[in-house]
C-alpha cells in the first residue's frame, strides 16, 4: 500500500505560537491570528526531534518554510521525508518525500486512496506526538512574551529537553 514512500524517513511538520504583540507580517489566515511558526523534523524510528528551522511570520505556507530550511538538501540519499498536505509538492523537492494523496475534485475520493492515506497518518502520527511533547513546556504552548529573534533558539533548547527525555526512558526501560 505504500509502496512508494520510503522505508527510512523523517517526518516533517510546523506548529504555530503566538505572539504577544500583533503585526500584520505574522497574521495567519489558517489560525486567524498572528503566529510565529516553526518547523520540525523528526526522526522515525525513535521519536527523536532531529531539525528544528527558524521561526517564521505565521503567514508563510508550510513547503515555503521547507524549501527555506535546507533540511532536505541535509538528508542521506537513502532517507526519505513524510509531511502533511500542507507538503504536497514535497516529491519535487527530494525524490523520496511522500504526503498524502489529495481528494479529486468532484468525484468521491477513492477506496485505495482511502487506505493509503489511513497508512501514512500511521506512519505520520509520530510528528503529532513530538509537537505533543513541545507544548508541554509552557514557553512553547502559552502566548509567546519574549522577543521573536529568540524564538527559534527556545524551540531548540526545548526539544533538547525533549529529546534528553526520551533518551532518559529508553534507558529505564
Given at each position: 500500500?505504500?509502496?512508494?514512500?520510503?522505508?527510512?524517513?523523517?517526518?516533517?511538520?510546523?506548529?504555530?505560537?503566538?505572539?504577544?504583540?500583533?503585526?500584520?507580517?505574522?497574521?495567519?489566515?489558517?489560525?486567524?491570528?498572528?503566529?510565529?511558526?516553526?518547523?520540525?523534523?523528526?526522526?522515525?524510528?525513535?521519536g527523536r526531534l532531529v531539525h528544528v528551522s527558524e521561526s517564521v511570520p505565521g503567514r508563510w505556507a508550510d513547503i515555503k518554510l521547507l524549501?527555506?530550511?535546507?533540511?532536505?538538501?541535509?538528508?542521506?540519499?537513502?532517507?526519505?521525508?513524510?509531511?502533511?498536505?500542507?507538503?504536497?509538492?514535497?516529491?519535487?523537492?527530494?525524490?523520496?518525500?511522500?504526503?498524502?494523496?489529495?481528494?479529486?475534485?468532484?468525484?468521491?475520493?477513492?477506496?485505495?486512496?482511502r487506505k493509503y492515506n489511513r497508512a501514512f497518518s500511521r506512519r505520520r502520527i509520530g510528528a503529532e506526538h513530538a509537537i505533543g511533547r513541545?507544548?508541554?513546556?509552557?514557553?512553547?504552548?502559552?502566548?509567546?512574551?519574549?522577543?521573536?529573534?529568540?524564538?527559534?533558539?527556545?524551540?531548540?533548547?526545548?526539544?533538547?529537553?525533549?529529546?534528553?527525555?526520551?533518551?532518559?526512558?529508553?534507558?529505564?526501560?
Amino acid at each position: 500500500m505504500l509502496q512508494d514512500t520510503p522505508g527510512l524517513a523523517v517526518i516533517v511538520d510546523s506548529f504555530e505560537q503566538r505572539p504577544k504583540r500583533s503585526q500584520r507580517a505574522y497574521y495567519s489566515g489558517q489560525k486567524k491570528a498572528h503566529t510565529l511558526k516553526s518547523q520540525v523534523t523528526v526522526d522515525e524510528g525513535s521519536g527523536r526531534l532531529v531539525h528544528v528551522s527558524e521561526s517564521v511570520p505565521g503567514r508563510w505556507a508550510d513547503i515555503k518554510l521547507l524549501k527555506r530550511s535546507r533540511m532536505l538538501g541535509r538528508l542521506p540519499d537513502r532517507v526519505g521525508a513524510l509531511g502533511d498536505l500542507g507538503y504536497t509538492g514535497i516529491r519535487d523537492l527530494h525524490p523520496s518525500g511522500a504526503c498524502p494523496r489529495r481528494k479529486p475534485r468532484g468525484p468521491e475520493r477513492p477506496p485505495e486512496d482511502r487506505k493509503y492515506n489511513r497508512a501514512f497518518s500511521r506512519r505520520r502520527i509520530g510528528a503529532e506526538h513530538a509537537i505533543g511533547r513541545l507544548r508541554r513546556f509552557r514557553s512553547l504552548a502559552h502566548v509567546n512574551r519574549h522577543r521573536r529573534p529568540g524564538h527559534a533558539r527556545r524551540v531548540r533548547a526545548v526539544a533538547g529537553l525533549v529529546n534528553r527525555m526520551l533518551d532518559h526512558r529508553t534507558k529505564a526501560a
